[in-house]
């Protein structure tokens, strides 16, 4: 028998004993050391990193735990376990009159400034118009002026609404849309295929129709994203909540604003006594809402970014 005829005797299948041919079972090949050795070292930098920045979390945590002497001692095991803090925290600050108030506000925001730009951008996609490159590109430049160049003419224009010590600005200023989430969403409306639109429009579906019927459920990532960006940003806002809720009542500061005032309450330099166990508590308890909001929405949010990095 020929060397070809021994390799493919080989291979081929095997003989029991009961004379049946039996499928052979090929052997998996051995990974390489060098491949092995990489990915222990991805794992390693993985884990490292995910340590690093779980970090201040957990040490949030543990200082929420701990009495007023302990708080900034760095250790991640309280010496003494103080859970009443969670209880006291209610009493000391209204930390629930906080939570709605940034509820309320981050919820308008990142609504108004989603559908209203989503609006805008699906115009800049699907009409074509003359000017449309230019108007696009004016919308686009307004991303490089700073914000503290039109922190003065907006602070003027709701001080003459009567709307300065009120929460409308908060929200409202997102009634006209936003530049960066326009460009987004337009990036993501170019995608859709333009014959869906055409063909529908030929149907008698008005344009509305086709942005609610038709882009909008298409679109639902580029949404998630749009919403969870700016409802961060609206939580997080300090500065806003700094020019137009400062002289009201703490009733209606929202989560950023009563923070900042309870570390001043509470600082020794102020006459306060260093009670800071309750402002890790609140700052602990103001990160859940986050946490929730990004675990419901990762789905649609790793969707969305992955589809803007193909397209990009």
Do not use: C
Not at 84 to 94: A, G
Not at 168 to 180: E, H, I, K, Q
Not at 189 to 207: H, N
Request: overall charge positive.
């Amino acid at each position: 028998m020929s060397a070809v005829d021994t390799s493919a005797a080989a291979a081929g299948p095997i003989l029991s004993s009961a004379g049946r041919a039996e499928p052979s079972i090929p052997k998996k090949p051995r990974r390489p050391v060098g491949g092995i050795v990489g990915q222990v070292v991805q794992w390693v930098l993985l884990v490292g990193f995910a340590l690093l920045f779980l970090y201040p979390f957990a040490w949030l945590l543990a200082a929420s735990f701990k009495p007023r002497g302990q708080v900034f001692d760095n250790a991640l095991i309280p010496k003494t376990f103080q859970p009443e803090n969670y209880v006291q925290v209610f009493n000391e600050l209204p930390l629930l009159s906080w939570l709605g108030n940034s509820l309320l506000i981050a919820v308008l925001a990142a609504t108004l400034v989603t559908v209203m730009s989503s609006i805008v951008a699906f115009g800049f996609a699907y009409f074509k118009f003359p000017g449309r490159g230019i108007l696009f590109g004016i919308v686009l430049a307004t991303m490089m002026l700073p914000g503290a160049v039109t922190l003065v003419p907006q602070f003027l224009i709701w001080n003459n609404l009567g709307f300065v010590g009120t929460n409308v600005p908060l929200w409202g200023m997102n009634l006209f849309g936003s530049a960066f989430y326009i460009f987004l969403q337009r990036q993501f409306f170019l995608g859709l295929p333009r014959e869906i639109f055409e063909a529908a429009r030929m149907d008698g579906v008005s344009y509305w129709g086709m942005f609610w019927r038709m882009a909008f459920p298409l679109s639902i990532p580029s949404f998630v994203i749009v919403f969870l960006f700016e409802f961060q940003a609206s939580w997080n806002n300090l500065q806003a909540a700094l020019i137009y809720l400062n002289a009201g009542s703490q009733e209606e500061y929202t989560v950023p604003l009563g923070i900042a005032s309870a570390m001043t309450r509470y600082s020794p330099t102020n006459g306060g006594h260093g009670d800071y166990q309750y402002v890790m508590v609140a700052a602990l308890l103001v990160t859940l809402p986050m946490i929730l909001l990004f675990a419901f929405g990762q789905r649609y949010f790793i969707e969305g970014v992955a589809t803007q990095g193909r397209k990009g």
